[in-house]
C-alpha cells in the first residue's frame, strides 16, 4: 500500500481506494462526494454505493462497475483478494478489506459504531494493518445516544409549536437517519423536504426503509406558510438561514451535526438548537475499534490525526499518519 | 440545577434580544426563591465570589487526563470549561445523586467547605451531569458566564415583569444583593419597592459620545460648551455620607478595598464623579502605573504611599442629601467648585475648565493632549445646560480623544480565537524591526478588522505557517497590519522593552512588503514625545 497524490494506492492489484482524481481501477467505500467522485475507468463499490453514484451522477456509461454485496470476495489479479464489511456510516458503506500474500489490509472508510436504523451496523474485521479515519479523534468528542438528541427536538416541537423547525441535514445519510430515528421516537406528522434531500431518500426506500409520509416543500403553495408551523422540514445545512428559509413562518434554524457538540461551531451556523449527530465513531470509539481489529498496524487518514496518533501509541499500538489531502472536514 | 443549566442552554442558543428575555422571564415565573435570585446574579455578573478557582479545576482535570490531549482538545473547542464539561473522564468509581441538588443547596455546599471539601464536591457534581449542566456549573462557579444576554437587559427582563421602567430597577439594582429576595418580593406583589435611602449605591454614570468632527463641530460655541482633559485613568462614583465613604467603578462595581488611603481621606458628604489617578509628590502618574494599584484586594501600604490614589472631579451628583442630577452641568460645577473650597479635600482636585474662543482653540488644546505622552487622552467637550442622567444621552457630552499613535508591524504569531472565534485564526502578535534585523514582539490585537477581514487573514495564517508552539502558530514574516494604540510604556515584561495601550488593527496592508515595516526607533521616537 502507498500513498499517492490521487490517494490510497494498493501496489499488486494497481486500484486506488477513494481517489480523488479520475483514475483506472478504483475501490469506494460509500457514496459521500469526498469519497466517492466521477470519472474512473473500472469501480468496485457495494451495489447500494453503485446505485448512490448513479443517482449522483459520478457513473458513466463507460465505467466498468462490479457491484460486491457484503462479504462477496472477487479476484482483483496478482493473488489479491478484495471483499466488503459494512461500515456502520450510511446506506452502502464499506471496509474494504485487502488480502494479499496471507496478510490482510482493512481500509474502514469512514465508519460509526453508534446504532444508526438506516444502514447495516460496522463489522469488525481482525486485520493486520487496519487504515482509520480521525474525523472526531478528540476526547472532547464523545456522542451522545441519538435518542436523546431527538428528544430535544421532539420537546422544542411542543414548547415552540408556532415556529417552524428548519433542520439542516446533509442529503445522503444524514436525512434519512434523522428521519428514521423520529419515527421509531413516534413522531407521525410528515416531513417537509427540500428538493435536495428528495432522490436519495426514494432511493433509500427504494431499498426498503420506511419513512412514512413525507412532502416536498415546493408542493405547499407559498400562501400556506402555516401549514410548516410546528413541524419538521429537512433541508441542507446552508438553506437554514438563507433565503430559502424565508418562505417558513417564524423559522426555528436547528443543525444535525456530530460538529454541533462544539457550541461555538452552533453559533457560527447561527443555529438555535444544536443536534450532535454523528455518523462517524467518536472518540472512544475509534480507539476501540483500533484495538478490537487487533492490527499491529493502524495508519491514520484524515481528521485529527495527531491526537488519535498520539493515543493509540501511548497504548503501545503502531499508528502513523497517512497525510492525506483532499478530505474536507465540513463533510461528513 | 437542571433548570438553571437547560436556561442557559436556551439563552445561549437564542439570537434575538426579545426572545431571550421572554426565555428568562418564563423562567423567573417558574422557578421559586431563592434559585431564580442567583440566576440573575449570575447572568447579570453580580456574584460576589466564586464557587471554585479556575486552577482547582484545571488540576483535577490534569489528574484525569493526559495533558497532550487536553491541549489539543482546549486549543480545538477553544476555550478551558467547555473543554471539560465535554471531555470530563468519570471517576472510576462514581457516587451516584438521585437527583442533582438545585442552585442554591450547590452555591452553599460550596461555600460552607474547605478547599479539600470544595474539590471532592465538584467531582461528585461534575461525575453526575450531562456535558452542558457540567458546562452551566464550570461558568457559574468561576463567574465567567458568556451568553450573550447582558446585566441591561436582565434589568430590562425585570422592568417588563414589573410594568415599570428600567429607570426604577436602575435606582434600586446597586444597593441590593444577590439572591434578591426583596427584589422579588416587589415584583411578586408581596412587598414594596425596596428601601436603600441609608445605604450608599451606586448610581449609573452619564457618559460621552465620542466626537462627529463634521456634524458635532459646528455645535459647539464658548457659550454653551465648556472643555475639560479627558485624563487617563478610571473614571469612578465616590460616594461619602461622612461616616462611610464606597468607591464603585464606571459599572458600579465597589472597589473601595482596593484604595482605602483615598475612602478614608474624604470628609465631604456627596456623590462625586471623577477620574481616578495616582499622583505622588505632586505629579499625576500615568496610567501603568495606575495599574500596580487596581484590582489589589488588600494593597500594601509600601504601595499606597509609593503610589497614593488621586481624584480630579468632574461632576458632583449629590450634596449633603441633595440631589443635584437635575440641575445644569453650569450649576453643578459651581456647587462642586464650591464644595471642595469650603470642605477641602487632600485627595479631590477639581478638574480644570479649559478656556477657549473657538473651535480652532480646541483643536490646539487636542494638539496639546497629544504632547502629554498619554497622561491626557484628549477632551471632554460638555453641554453647560446638560442635567445629569445616566446613560449616553445625545449632544450633552462628548469626547474627543486625541489622534491614536500608527505604527506598521509584522505579523509574527496567531492563535485561534475563543467562543464564537474559535474555528479562526484571530488573535494576532506582531513585532517591529531593531537594528540587528530581528523582529521582535510588540503587542498583541484581537480586533479592529471586519469579519470579511478576519477569514483573509485567517486563510493566509493557514497558507504561510511555520513551526508551532502549543497553540500559539508562527507565520512566515510577510504580512503587515498598521497597528493603531493610545499610547507606550516601557515594560521589562516584553524582549522588546515595550508595552501598547489598547491596540488594535487599523488596517491591513496586504500592499506592504514586510522589509519596510516600521523599526523600533520609530516607537521610541514616538512615546519620547
Known amino acids: 500500500m502507498q500513498v499517492r497524490p490521487e490517494g490510497l494506492y494498493c501496489a499488486p492489484a494497481d486500484i486506488y481506494i477513494d481517489p480523488h482524481h479520475p483514475v483506472d481501477r478504483a475501490i469506494i467505500t460509500h457514496g459521500h462526494a469526498d469519497h466517492a467522485r466521477s470519472g474512473h475507468g473500472e469501480v468496485f463499490a457495494t451495489p447500494e454505493t453503485l446505485a448512490i453514484m448513479r443517482t449522483r451522477y459520478y457513473l458513466k456509461d463507460e465505467t466498468a462497475e462490479t457491484g460486491l454485496p457484503y462479504g462477496q470476495r472477487v479476484d482483483l489479479g496478482n493473488g489479491v483478494t478484495l471483499w466488503f464489511a459494512s461500515a456502520g456510516h450510511i446506506l452502502g458503506s464499506a471496509q474494504a478489506v485487502l488480502e494479499y500474500d496471507g496478510s490482510r489490509v482493512v481500509a474502514a472508510g469512514d465508519y460509526k459504531r453508534h446504532p444508526d436504523p438506516s444502514c447495516v451496523s460496522f463489522e469488525v474485521v481482525p486485520c493486520d494493518v487496519f487504515i482509520t479515519e480521525a474525523t472526531f479523534a478528540l476526547p472532547v468528542f464523545q456522542h451522545p445516544p441519538l435518542e436523546i438528541e431527538v428528544e430535544k427536538l421532539l420537546r422544542s416541537l411542543k414548547t415552540l409549536p408556532h415556529r417552524t423547525h428548519i433542520v439542516g441535514v446533509y442529503a445522503l445519510g444524514k436525512c434519512q437517519r434523522v428521519m428514521k430515528t423520529l419515527r421509531l421516537a413516534g413522531y407521525e406528522e410528515p416531513f417537509y423536504l427540500h428538493g435536495a434531500l428528495k432522490k436519495l431518500t426514494q432511493l433509500y426506500e427504494s431499498y426498503g426503509q420506511d419513512f412514512g409520509e413525507w412532502i416536498m416543500v415546493s408542493d405547499i403553495p407559498r400562501a400556506d406558510k402555516h401549514v410548516f408551523q410546528g413541524k419538521i422540514v429537512l433541508c441542507p445545512p446552508a438553506q437554514i438561514n438563507d433565503r430559502w428559509s424565508r418562505r417558513f413562518e417564524d423559522p426555528l434554524p436547528t443543525v444535525a451535526s456530530g460538529w454541533m457538540q462544539i457550541r461555538a461551531r452552533a453559533r457560527q451556523k447561527r443555529a438555535e438548537m444544536a443536534l450532535v449527530v454523528s455518523d462517524h465513531a467518536d472518540w472512544g470509539d475509534l480507539i476501540r475499534t483500533c484495538e478490537e481489529t487487533g492490527a499491529k498496524d493502524i495508519w491514520i487518514t484524515h481528521g485529527r490525526v495527531e491526537a488519535l496518533q498520539y493515543a493509540l501509541k501511548k497504548r503501545g499500538i503502531n499508528a502513523k499518519a497517512l497525510n492525506m489531502i483532499g478530505r474536507d472536514e465540513s463533510v461528513e | ?529
Not at chain 2, 133 to 149: D, F, P, S, V
Not at chain 2, 170 to 199: C, M, N, Q, T, V
Not at chain 2, 317 to 341: C, F, H, I, K
Open chain 2, 1 to 529: 440545577m437542571d433548570e438553571f443549566a437547560q436556561l442557559l442552554d436556551d439563552l445561549y442558543f437564542t439570537n434575538s434580544n426579545l426572545a431571550k428575555e421572554i426565555i428568562l422571564t418564563n423562567y423567573l415565573r417558574q422557578v421559586s426563591d431563592p434559585d431564580r435570585g442567583w440566576t440573575i446574579a449570575a447572568i447579570a455578573g453580580t456574584l460576589s465570589f466564586d464557587l471554585f478557582k479556575r486552577n482547582v479545576i484545571k488540576s483535577l482535570m490534569m489528574e484525569r487526563m493526559d495533558p497532550f490531549l487536553f491541549d489539543m482538545s482546549k486549543d480545538y473547542v477553544g476555550e478551558m470549561s467547555e473543554t471539560i464539561a465535554l471531555a470530563w473522564p468519570q471517576s472510576p468509581e462514581p457516587v451516584r445523586l438521585n437527583r442533582l441538588p438545585e442552585l442554591h443547596e450547590v452555591i452553599a455546599e460550596f461555600q460552607s467547605r474547605n478547599k479539600a471539601g470544595i474539590r471532592d464536591y465538584l467531582v461528585l457534581l461534575l461525575d453526575n451531569m450531562t456535558p452542558s449542566q457540567r458546562w452551566a456549573l464550570l461558568k457559574l462557579g468561576t463567574r465567567g458566564l458568556r451568553i450573550g444576554m447582558s446585566a441591561r437587559s436582565v434589568k430590562l427582563t425585570l422592568a417588563k415583569m414589573k410594568a415599570v421602567e428600567i429607570d426604577v430597577i436602575e435606582s434600586i439594582w446597586h444597593g441590593l444583593i444577590p439572591p434578591y429576595l426583596d427584589l422579588f418580593a416587589w415584583i411578586d406583589g408581596r412587598a414594596d419597592l425596596p428601601d436603600l435611602s441609608d445605604k450608599l449605591t451606586f448610581s449609573p454614570v452619564m457618559l460621552a459620545h465620542p466626537i462627529d468632527e463634521d456634524k458635532d463641530l459646528p455645535r459647539i460655541s464658548p457659550e454653551t460648551h465648556i472643555a475639560e482633559w479627558k485624563w487617563d485613568g478610571i473614571r469612578v462614583q465616590l460616594s461619602s455620607n461622612g461616616a462611610e465613604t464606597k468607591i464603585f467603578s464606571r459599572k458600579g462595581e465597589d472597589i473601595t478595598h482596593s484604595f482605602p488611603d483615598l475612602a478614608g481621606s474624604v470628609t465631604l458628604q456627596g456623590v462625586i464623579d471623577g477620574e481616578l489617578l495616582v499622583k505622588t509628590g505632586g505629579e499625576l502618574g500615568s496610567f501603568n502605573d495606575l495599574q500596580q494599584r487596581l484590582n489589589k484586594k488588600k494593597p500594601t501600604k509600601a504601595l499606597i504611599e509609593k503610589l497614593p490614589a488621586h481624584i480630579i472631579a468632574y461632576d458632583i451628583l449629590e450634596l449633603e442629601n441633595d440631589s443635584l442630577r437635575q440641575e445644569t452641568l453650569l450649576v453643578r460645577r459651581e456647587r462642586l467648585g464650591e464644595a471642595l473650597s469650603e470642605t477641602p479635600q487632600s485627595r479631590i482636585d477639581i478638574s480644570e475648565i479649559l478656556p477657549f474662543e473657538s473651535i480652532e482653540d480646541l483643536h490646539y488644546l487636542r494638539e496639546q493632549a497629544a504632547q502629554t505622552g498619554g497622561l491626557i487622552e484628549g477632551l471632554m467637550i460638555k453641554d453647560v445646560s446638560s442635567i445629569y442622567v445616566s446613560g449616553r444621552p445625545k449632544h450633552a457630552w462628548y469626547k474627543w480623544k486625541r489622534d491614536p499613535f500608527l505604527l506598521d508591524a509584522v505579523l509574527m504569531y496567531a492563535r485561534r480565537g475563543t467562543g464564537k472565534r474559535s474555528s479562526y485564526y484571530s488573535d494576532y502578535t506582531f513585532g517591529l524591526w531593531n537594528e540587528d534585523g530581528e523582529l521582535l514582539p510588540i503587542g498583541k490585537a484581537y480586533f479592529g478588522f471586519t469579519d470579511e477581514e478576519l477569514k483573509e487573514i485567517d486563510k493566509w495564517v493557514r497558507n504561510h505557517k511555520l513551526q508551532r508552539f502549543g497553540p500559539v502558530q508562527e507565520v512566515e514574516k510577510g504580512l503587515v497590519f498598521e497597528v493603531a494604540f493610545d499610547s507606550a510604556q516601557e515594560s521589562k515584561r516584553h524582549k522588546s522593552g515595550y508595552a501598547l495601550r489598547f491596540p488594535r488593527i487599523h488596517r491591513i496592508r496586504w500592499d506592504k512588503p514586510a522589509a519596510e515595516a516600521d523599526k523600533l526607533s520609530s516607537l521610541e521616537a514616538l512615546i519620547c514625545t
